[in-house]
């Protein structure tokens, strides 16, 4: 059984910065390309970032551009989501997903396999 388990959500100031992890068991976690993605109350789930099986390449909604940064530890089984200079829009519950189809790598439907989510809440 494939499972993800966020961690590193929480209260943190406008201005300032968390980083949130990802570990996975159950799957070959190198073989598989991961993305982010956010849900803000009141919204539906999107995207935030990809991140290559290889951790080569990484792709970014335009809204954390510059902000937001995806990696991964690939011997620790790990993807992470550094996020800098939160803004209150930025609150959100925060998944990770393991990607299961190539060319949907920006889409929900693209993603099989997903955590339970991460609370993250800015505060101004």
């Known amino acids: 059984q494939v499972l993800l388990v966020e961690s590193g959500g929480g209260l943190v100031q406008a201005g300032g910065s968390l980083r949130l992890s990802c570990a996975a068991s159950g799957l070959t976690f190198s073989g598989y390309a991961m993305g982010w993605f956010g849900q803000a109350p009141g919204k539906e789930r999107e995207f935030v970032g990809f991140?290559?099986?290889?951790?080569?390449?990484?792709s970014y909604a335009d809204s954390v551009k510059g902000r937001f940064t995806i990696s991964r530890d690939n011997a620790k089984n790990t993807v992470y989501l550094q996020m800098n200079s939160l803004k209150p829009d930025d609150t959100a519950v925060y998944y990770c997903?393991?990607?299961?189809?190539?060319?949907?790598?920006?889409?929900?439907?693209?993603?099989?396999?997903w955590g339970q989510g991460t609370q993250v809440t800015v505060s101004s």
């Open positions: 991140i290559s099986a290889s951790g080569a390449t990484t």
């Open positions: 997903a393991a990607n299961t189809k190539f060319t949907g790598w920006n889409r929900i439907s693209g993603y099989d396999y």
